[in-house]
């Protein structure tokens, strides 16, 4: 149980182009999901907490503007990287948790390359 | 700030050999406190968690971790590892200790075991 999905695992797109992630649970009900980065060698960074039916909560430097989130239901969020520049390149792994649980459960993370 | 410490970038062991990886946190209220795996090309897992009671916790794989308060440490260990326990190791903190669940994380141990 516990199974977090994201589409696509890999994405490479033209400067300027906006890029969709979606996070999905696949057994249970998300009440929370949480979208990270990761540079290479770096720790993973939150950038945002979404629960579902409200607006995100975004970390202190992360824009709001140019990271979309949305949280339209209970098993899915998605996050939209919209005008990409080759900066925005990295690793973005969401996670997921229950109204029950204080675990996240990790979903195996979607590699942005933007040329 | 609120941070995570994992003292060691790469640490490198021979099969059987007894492990122990740090984690030092600098929040002074309630936290939670995760350790979470990340073998080659796969997602993040959970190893294990303390919430609360018995600051010696056990998780999966032979892997335990102890909290200590005073020290505001909370070690990952492991008696004799194997070629399987390859991979990359995070520690990570519930600041809020369960409030809003949001995670910070070490930068994250690489463990190379030699067969």
């Known amino acids: 149980g516990a199974v977090v999905s994201q589409h696509p695992s890999r994405v490479i797109c033209k400067s300027g182009t906006s890029v969709k992630i979606e996070c999905r649970s696949l057994d249970f009900q998300a009440t929370t999901m949480f979208w990270y980065r990761q540079f290479p060698k770096q720790s993973l960074m939150l950038m945002a907490t979404?629960?579902?039916?409200?607006?995100?909560?975004?970390e202190q430097g992360v824009e709001k503007d140019k990271f979309l989130i949305n949280h339209a239901s209970l098993t899915l969020s998605t996050l939209t990287v919209t005008s990409a520049h080759p900066e925005d390149s990295s690793f973005y792994i969401c996670s997921a948790r229950t109204s029950k649980s204080d675990t996240q459960y990790f979903g195996p993370g979607t590699r942005l390359t933007v040329l | 700030a609120q941070s995570v410490s994992q003292h060691n970038h790469h640490v490198i062991l021979s099969e059987a050999a007894s492990l122990e990886l740090g984690c030092n946190y600098s929040y002074g209220g309630t936290v939670n406190l995760f350790w979470y795996v990340q073998y080659p090309g796969q997602h993040l897992q959970l190893l294990l968690k303390?919430?609360?009671?018995?600051?010696l916790v056990k998780g999966i794989k032979g892997f335990e971790a102890e909290f200590i308060k005073s020290k505001f440490s909370f070690n990952l260990r492991k008696p004799s590892v194997q070629w399987s326990d390859t991979a990359e190791y995070f520690c990570a903190v519930d600041g809020s200790g369960g409030s809003n669940y949001k995670l910070t994380f070490g930068k994250g141990t690489l463990l190379t075991v030699n067969p």
């Open positions: 303390y919430f609360s009671g018995d600051p």
């Open positions: 979404s629960n579902e039916g409200s607006k995100a909560t975004y």
